[in-house]
Structures are given as structure tokens and as C-alpha cells.
């Protein structure tokens, strides 16, 4: 018997979700982080368009679909980037293999507890491009702070997810960068003082 219950049960594995599977961590980072990040940055991505570029974005719809961006990954767990991207039939595949997990999961959802998860993950192209940019910053965050700490490992990765998020062509995106990514190679004491 399908319930509630069990559906934020599953999401609370989220933490159990590492990233970076491939690559040697300074500090690892779960798939519960990642969310949380990716629905903030999202969110300011979604201000930065309708503040500075006359979008008509709904920034609290943006964070909250990208807080459930990849939840599915409870079931599929995350699948590196060279992998699921290595080729067509592959990244295909893995694209049902996610639509099947989050089928699975959302069928855990009464009717219209489901139904207003799909409307929330029903994304238009453009709230779609700030999910995926929003992704792609944290990606890039990640990588700095991996390289700020030594970690050479990030090095490929980094300069992979720059030229990913500049050929996106995305001005909310290129306005983060330019702005704020500097902020988070900083110390805490460098941010408070």
C-alpha cells in the first residue's frame, strides 16, 4: 500500500547520495547538499533574470523544483558525468532509466499529492535552463573549492563545467559568475569581517 509516508521517507536517503563518485574528495558531498545548494542558487539565478533581465520568472517555483531536481537519484544513485554523458544511447538510456525512478517514486504520492509534484516538475524551458544552470554553478563552486584546497583531481572537471555553463549563453548565469562565484573560494572570516 503506497503511502506518504514512505515518499519523504525515500527523499530523506537523499543523504546518503554521494557525488563526485569518481573523483577524490577533500570533503564529500551528499545528494541532500547538493539539492539544498542547487534550489539557492536557482533561486538567485531566478532573481538575477527578473531583476537585471526583464524576465518573469517565479523564483519560489524555481527553488523549489530545483530542490527536487534529482531526486530520483535515491533510486538510481548518481551516475558521473563521463559515464551518462558518454554517448547518445547512453545518455538515452540513463534519461529513462530517471524517468522511470522518479515514476517509482512519485507513485508513492496519493492522486493529487502526485499530481501537484509533477505540476512543480513540469518545467517550462526557460525555469528548465535555470534548474540546469543552477546545477552547473554548483558543479563549478564545488570545483574551485576542491582546487582551493589543493585538490588537483578537480582541475579537468573545472575547466569542463566552464566551458559547459559559458556555452549556455545564460546572462543570469554569466552575472553569478561575475558577481558572486568569487565569494566562495573565500575564508569564513574573509566573508563576516
Known amino acids: 500500500m503506497k503511502t506518504n509516508g514512505d515518499f519523504y521517507a525515500l527523499?530523506?536517503?537523499?543523504?546518503?547520495?554521494?557525488r563526485w563518485g569518481l573523483m577524490y574528495n577533500t570533503r564529500q558531498e551528499n545528494l541532500s547538499e547538493h539539492s539544498m545548494e542547487c534550489a539557492v542558487i536557482a533561486h538567485a539565478l531566478a532573481l538575477i533574470g527578473n531583476r537585471h533581465f526583464e524576465?518573469?520568472?517565479d523564483p519560489?517555483?524555481?527553488l523549489a523544483a530545483a530542490l527536487f531536481h534529482d531526486m530520483n537519484e535515491v533510486l538510481t544513485g548518481d551516475l558521473p558525468t563521463p559515464i551518462k554523458y558518454y554517448n547518445d544511447g547512453i545518455k538515452n538510456s540513463?534519461?529513462?532509466i530517471e524517468r522511470i525512478s522518479l515514476e517509482?517514486?512519485?507513485?508513492?504520492?496519493?492522486?493529487?499529492?502526485?499530481?501537484?509534484?509533477?505540476?512543480?516538475?513540469?518545467l517550462t524551458p526557460e525555469e528548465?535552463?535555470?534548474?540546469?544552470?543552477?546545477?552547473?554553478?554548483?558543479?563549478?563552486?564545488?570545483?574551485?573549492?576542491?582546487l582551493?584546497?589543493?585538490?588537483r583531481e578537480f582541475s579537468?572537471?573545472?575547466?569542463?563545467?566552464?566551458?559547459?555553463?559559458?556555452?549556455?549563453k545564460m546572462p543570469e548565469v554569466d552575472f553569478f559568475l561575475e558577481h558572486y562565484v568569487s565569494s566562495f573560494t573565500k575564508n569564513i572570516d574573509e566573508v563576516t569581517l
Not at 527523499?11 to 554521494?18: D, S, T, Y
Not at 496519493?110 to 512543480?120: G, R
Request: some cysteine; charged content about 40%; glycine content about 2%.
Open 148 to 151: 582551493e584546497r589543493g585538490n
Open 128 to 146: 528548465e535552463r535555470i534548474v540546469k544552470g543552477a546545477d552547473k554553478l554548483c558543479a563549478y563552486i564545488k570545483c574551485l573549492q576542491e
Open 94 to 96: 540513463y534519461k529513462e
Open 104 to 122: 517509482k517514486m512519485l507513485s508513492l504520492l496519493d492522486e493529487e499529492t502526485e499530481k501537484s509534484y509533477k505540476e512543480l516538475l513540469d
Open 11 to 18: 527523499l530523506f536517503q537523499m543523504k546518503n547520495i554521494a
Open 60 to 62: 519560489t517555483r524555481i
Open 156 to 168: 579537468s572537471a573545472c575547466a569542463a563545467t566552464e566551458r559547459s555553463m559559458r556555452e549556455m
Open 55 to 57: 524576465r518573469k520568472l
